[in-house]
């Protein structure tokens, strides 16, 4: 099958092209820096002519309230595009419970992206995954002060970024869902054990300071971000992951 992966130099996009063609299908990736702009559509026709699929695992430069018309413009270009080149199937990457987050701007625009895809013309896929391990770092980046790291006890229940690419390139060959496929990690943390397992693992000299307003996560009620129990639970367990990663 010939698959266009949109973002696909990005962190899931370029380890999901390397997948898809280990398991002898034509991926091709498309970014900006392959010469194709999803916000201005610069590009995006010719790069979908023949696919039989395409996936969506672009990201918006901003977590804050532009991400929603980044994700509103880049998925109305993307179902046009697909619907004039044939591609029969659309497959996009969301958040597990980003629907019962409402406070939170870039949530907001994931589930408005959902939307578009949801009532657009073609057949579509929509998995959702938790927070990438790969993630942590940037997390604990946001509220660092280089001594400390401040974070709240929010439930995440993070996913290796290696499983989300399995689970993006298996559905990219498989018939369309017309739904969402919610995939999660085994095991759940509050995030301020989660840094604190991290730096811990790394021999990171800095606390971790539990701060109930800080950072994105401060805003997600309850268990809104843990998978429920129809989601597919993925193998790799962070600690694991932790044991045999570089700092
Ligand atoms: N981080 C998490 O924990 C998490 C959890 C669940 C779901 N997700 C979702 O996973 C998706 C992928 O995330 P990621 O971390 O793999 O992203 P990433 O590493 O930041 O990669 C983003 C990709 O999008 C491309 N891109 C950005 N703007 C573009 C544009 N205007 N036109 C074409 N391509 C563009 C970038 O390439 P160029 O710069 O060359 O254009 C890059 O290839 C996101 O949609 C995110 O919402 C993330």
Not at 123 to 131: C, E, F, G, H, L
Not at 156 to 175: G, K
Not at 217 to 237: E, K, L, W, Y
Request: glycine share 8%; hydrophobic share 45%.
């Amino acid at each position: 099958m010939k698959i266009a992966v949109l973002g696909g130099t990005g962190l899931i996009g370029s380890r999901a092209v390397e997948d898809l063609k280990a398991a002898g299908h034509e991926a091709v990736p498309l970014s900006r820096s392959t010469g194709v702009d999803l916000l201005t559509g610069e590009g995006l026709g010719p790069a979908l002519e023949g696919a039989d699929a395409v996936v969506d695992v672009t990201n918006s430069p901003t977590f804050d309230e532009a991400s929603a018309a980044f994700f509103r413009t880049t998925t109305d270009h993307l179902l046009t595009a697909a619907r004039e080149q044939g591609v029969g199937h659309v497959v996009v990457l969301s958040i597990v419970g980003a629907d019962r987050v409402p406070d939170l701007d870039y949530y907001r625009a994931k589930v408005l992206q959902e939307d578009v895809v949801k009532a657009g013309p073609v057949p579509y896929s929509i998995v959702r995954a938790t927070q990438f391990f790969e993630f942590v770092d940037d997390i604990m980046s946001w509220t660092s002060d280089g001594e400390t790291v401040r974070l709240p006890s929010t439930r995440l229940q993070p996913i290796a970024a290696a499983d989300v690419v399995r689970t993006v390139a298996e559905v990219a060959v498989t018939p369309p869902l017309q739904g969402t496929l919610d995939i999660a990690g085994a095991d759940v943390y509050p995030l301020d054990e989660l840094g604190r397992i991290t730096l811990d693992a790394r021999g990171d000299q800095r606390a971790v300071v539990t701060d109930h307003t800080a950072g994105m996560f401060s805003a997600v009620p309850g268990d809104a971000i843990i998978a429920g129990p129809d989601a597919r639970i993925t193998p790799t367990r962070y600690r694991d992951w932790l044991a045999v990663r570089p700092a």
